[in-house]
C-alpha cells in the first residue's frame, strides 16, 4: 500500500491509446511530468492479499490536458466478459465484473469515480455527496490489453471531469462472482465493518496540486462542475 513517486519524459509510459468520442474540449500547454504509483495489497478489510498487487498510476498530465490513469496486474479470468459489450465504450454495472476503481474527491465531497475494465470498457460517474449520482457513461479514451495472466489498461481523463482541487482518493479491485467475489482496497476498512467502496471516510491525501496543478488553479474551469457548483 505504500506510495512509489518516480519522474519520467511522458513518452516513457506505454503509448496505449484510442480514441474517444468526447464532448469535451481538449486544452493544451498544462502538462507535467509527475507520477505517482499505487500498489493494492490488502482486501477490503485489511488482510494482505494473496497475488500481485494491482497497480495504479496517476498522471502524467499529456499536453492536451488529460490525465493519464493506468492499471495494470494479475487477469484473473475469473468472471465473464461483460455481455453485449463494446472495446472503448461505457458500460451499465460494470462494477459487476473483474474490474479496477479509482476515485478522486475534493474537500465539498464532490468526486470522480473510474471503472476500467481488463476487456477494455469502462464507466465514468461524477458524484455530489455520497451516492448522490449526477452523471455517468460520460466518453473516455480509454484502450487495455490482456497478455497471458496480466493485464494493462491507460485512460486518458478530460481534466475538466475532475472537481476542483481534489484532494484525496482511494482505488478498489474486484474480481470472481457470487460467493466467490474478492474485493480490494488501497486503502481498507477495518476488519469487521461494513464493505463499501463509496466510504468517504477512508479515502486518504493525494497531492494532486502537484499532479494536476490546474486543478488547483484559481482560473480551473470545468463544463461539468460549474453548472453544478453554481447551482450550490
Partial sequence: ??????????????????????????????????????????TWDG?????????????????????MLSASGPFFNDTWRPP??????????????????VFFLNDENNYFQVILSPH?????????????LLKDKLPMSYYAA????????VAHIPVEYLPPKVSKFNSHASHGSTLERKH???YPATAGSSRDTHN???????DFKEIV????????????????????
Fill in 1 to 42: 500500500m505504500a506510495e512509489e513517486f518516480r519522474m519520467g519524459a511522458i513518452g516513457a509510459l506505454p503509448t496505449l491509446t484510442k480514441s474517444c468520442r468526447c464532448s469535451s474540449v481538449a486544452r493544451s500547454g498544462s502538462a507535467t511530468n509527475i507520477i505517482r504509483t499505487y500498489n493494492i495489497r490488502t
Fill in 47 to 67: 488482510q494482505p492479499v494473496n497475488h500481485d498487487p494491482i497497480k495504479i498510476t496517476v498522471g502524467p498530465v499529456e499536453y492536451t490536458g488529460h490525465v
Fill in 200 to 206: 468517504l471516510d477512508l479515502f486518504q491525501t493525494i
Fill in 184 to 186: 480490494e482496497a488501497l
Fill in 120 to 132: 477494455g470498457m469502462h464507466l465514468v460517474l461524477l458524484y455530489k455527496g455520497k451516492y448522490d
Fill in 213 to 232: 496543478p490546474e486543478n488547483w488553479s484559481q482560473n480551473y474551469t470545468s463544463s461539468e462542475w460549474d453548472p453544478i457548483i453554481q447551482l450550490g
Fill in 84 to 101: 453485449n459489450s463494446v472495446v472503448g465504450e461505457p458500460y451499465d454495472r460494470l462494477w459487476d465484473f473483474e474490474v479496477v476503481e
Fill in 146 to 153: 490482456i497478455t497471458g495472466p496480466t493485464w494493462h489498461g
